[in-house]
């Protein structure tokens, strides 16, 4: 029941961003404006063959709107950490796990879980910086979804931390990080769509 709540919840944070369904397509089906549109947005991010990687799937919706950009990457990026999490979370099945490494994979899911909790407020955030008024309100909650977006980076780090010692399992370490470090090139992509659509208004 907790995991079929989890997918409803990933869902609706994604729905509510638009009105037509956020479905991957493929680039070819799209306008050549658009995918260029996310192309040349994406070389301004610290990770631009990942953010056109994971945004250009979705050019249909997005066309050449900093708006849906913006929104499109952080929906992504709430999905992956949601992944993210539910593949950390089963790795505490494995029963020859130390338990310095257990306490570092729970430690990790808390963390992960703070970073779920503040996506969504960004989220949140945006929806209402699109409905804004004036350029005031906008402001308000275009700073309030960075300052979340970015604590949310500050989260996955330090899950990422959690994971360095030698005491952990080769195996279980790397897989762990490369997941923490693509959900972290994620977030920060998606922060620095985000910082752009806002001096756009």
């Known amino acids: 029941m ?6 409803l919840f990933l869902i609706l944070s994604i729905s509510y961003f638009f009105s037509l369904e956020l479905t991957a397509a493929s680039p070819a089906g799209a306008s050549n404006k658009a995918v260029n549109f996310i192309q040349s947005s994406c070389k301004t991010t610290t990770y631009p063959t990942v953010c056109f990687r994971s945004l250009s799937a979705y050019a ?7 708006q849906r950009l913006a ?3 952080l929906a992504v990026t709430l999905s992956r950490v949601q992944s993210t999490k539910l593949f950390v979370s089963r790795l505490t099945r494995f029963k020859t796990l130390k338990k310095r490494e257990v306490e570092a ?3 990790c899911v808390e963390e992960i879980n703070d970073t779920i909790e503040r996506l969504t407020k960004s989220v949140q955030e945006m929806k209402l910086c699109g409905s804004a008024k004036n350029q005031e309100q906008f402001a308000f909650h275009m700073s309030n979804a960075q300052t979340w977006t970015s604590a949310a980076l500050t989260d996955e780090n330090t899950c990422s931390d959690g ?3 030698r005491f952990m399992d ?5 897989s762990v990080r490369a997941r923490i470090v693509n959900m972290g090139q994620e977030t920060s992509n ?4 985000i910082n752009a659509y806002g001096k756009k208004y």
């Open 71 to 73: 929104e499109t990457a």
């Open 170 to 174: 080769g195996r279980i370490k790397n």
């Open 190 to 193: 998606a922060l620095s769509l």
């Open 60 to 66: 249909n919706a997005i066309q050449t709107s900093p």
């Open 2 to 7: 907790a995991k079929l709540y989890q997918t």
């Open 163 to 165: 994971f360095s010692g």
């Open 105 to 107: 994979v729970k430690d």
